[in-house]
């Protein structure tokens, strides 16, 4: 069932942000847009669709949503992959933008889908009441910017020339804002398009979120680069702290699977209508990539 | 009149961009924020703030938006001055923040500013009314994107290697996206704030926008680094077409002068309470830096 509405999910959302960037032409720096913007698992825009779907608003408002944070997502990989930054040269099995096409076109791309992120939101389409718009383009803003997402990635570039390795707090911290912040985003954006209360819904991303991160430096002591179609096994090369060399394998897959059960126990309230999303708790936990 | 008005702006608008920034902390990119906010004439402020008064909008109101634009343009600033744009070590008399502190903290303060405009135009302050400052924002974000600011840069940095010098067209769609479209919505920002039609204003915008810009390329050319405060003479060092090189010095001067006649002229709907905006035109074409 989750594998499936993912499918369906990552597909449409495809179709919409196509739509989206079909006005703006073909200069590199747009070329460069739609190359950022494909592939992914749309683990975030599912979760918009997802908790959209359990307040009964209508798919097309919440796949604009969907489209936002992916363009958001996208934009925070292309600047994350710089070699200033992470210095990755493959994302998603394809060459990174700065590979593709240089650096200042990697630049001038993220910079203009985080803008498309906001003016996704911000068009009728999300939905027909400006005050839910508003509320979406404000979270969006907080989760995005200097107290969210770029918090948490200029934390891990301040890890990686730190004398000491993080803390499990400090690590926590930092994933909460590097990927944890969209995806508590994404997962209210179904309460905020309906005018509810995301505060569960809240809850099931933090936990989410953690045990994403989590699986992620699991996959990246187990991984091989094949399968994740990017370089793994790098940042324990590189003597970094994670979730694994602070727990241990088996203490991290623990707190994995504690937090996929804390995940599903927050969506009580939405009852047989949010198996998908406790579907995904899992898949969280258990993904090969 | 006009100095003083935007003297006192930019100290106004000094002290919001403050007062913004106090909860986030001191980690080095929220100090990378603050320096890329600190100087600059905050043309674009004042014009929010003035067009905002022809319409009596709440002068604290039109602060939060005036910040919001200020914190966009000082992003632009920043993602401009690295290596792999327009590679300046120097901005606002002060060192660039890639050379403060480093490439990766320049990329992310960025960021965080262009997330804080939008964050700045969805709070309460900027306007009782929430489809006002939702207006704000899809404004803001269809300017400063693919469409707008970031277009605009790319079409720049595109220029640096083609074969052949822009034609006029060329570099006037150049400008209007790398400095107009945010004049612009500067400009219009007032209009938006009261619920009123923008397009006089956008009118203005546009002349005083290119007027700008020309008046820099003269300055560019006449200009000395001292009182500029930023390298001078690189665009016709490196044989790239400018509005001088193609209108030449006095052809380039008559043509912003006659902008900026055209700017004043849209301002007659606003009558007297325009004045400030007029003489702003005057300034635009007979600054100094």
Redesign the interface.
Same mark, same amino acid.
Request: charge should be negative.
């Given at each position: 069932m989750f594998e499936t509405a993912l499918a369906r999910a990552a597909a449409e959302i495809d179709i919409r942000l196509r739509e989206a960037l079909a006005p703006?032409g073909d200069?590199?720096?747009?070329a460069a847009?739609r190359h950022a913007l494909t592939g992914g698992k749309r683990l975030r825009g599912f979760l918009v669709l997802e908790s959209a779907a359990l307040f009964d608003v209508a798919r097309d408002q919440a796949l604009q949503a969907a489209a936002a944070v992916e363009s958001m997502h996208a934009?925070s990989l292309v600047?994350d992959d710089?070699p200033?930054?992470d210095d990755d040269d493959l994302r998603r099995g394809q060459p990174a933008v700065h590979v593709k096409w240089?650096?200042?076109?990697a &630049?001038?791309a993220?910079?203009?889908l985080?803008? =498309?992120a906001?003016?996704l939101l %911000?068009?009728p389409e999300c939905s027909p009441d400006? &005050?839910r718009?508003?509320a979406l383009?404000?979270a =969006?803003?907080?989760a995005?910017? %200097?107290?969210g997402m770029?918090?948490g990635?200029?934390?891990d570039?301040?890890a990686e020339t730190s004398p000491a390795p993080l803390s499990l707090k400090e690590i926590t911290a930092l994933q909460a804002g590097k990927t944890g912040a969209l995806i508590r985003w994404s997962a209210e954006a179904g309460a905020r398009l309906a005018g509810a209360d995301p505060a569960p819904l809240g809850a099931y991303a933090e936990a989410l979120g953690l045990a994403f991160q989590i699986a992620d430096d699991i996959l990246d002591v187990e991984g091989d680069e094949a399968r994740a179609g990017k370089r793994v096994g790098k940042d324990a090369g590189a003597g970094k702290a994670t979730f694994v060399s602070l727990l241990g394998l088996e203490g991290a897959r623990a707190r994995a699977r504690a937090l996929a059960d804390e995940a599903a126990a927050a969506l009580a309230p939405y009852g047989e209508k949010a198996q998908c999303l406790r579907e995904a708790a899992r898949f969280a936990i258990a993904r090969d990539r």
């Open positions: 703006l200069q590199p720096v747009i847009m934009y600047h710089l200033c930054m240089d650096e200042a076109t &630049v001038l993220g910079d203009a985080q803008a =498309l906001f003016e %911000a068009a400006p &005050v718009r508003l383009v404000a =969006l803003a907080r995005a910017g %200097a107290r770029v918090l990635q200029a934390l570039i301040a």
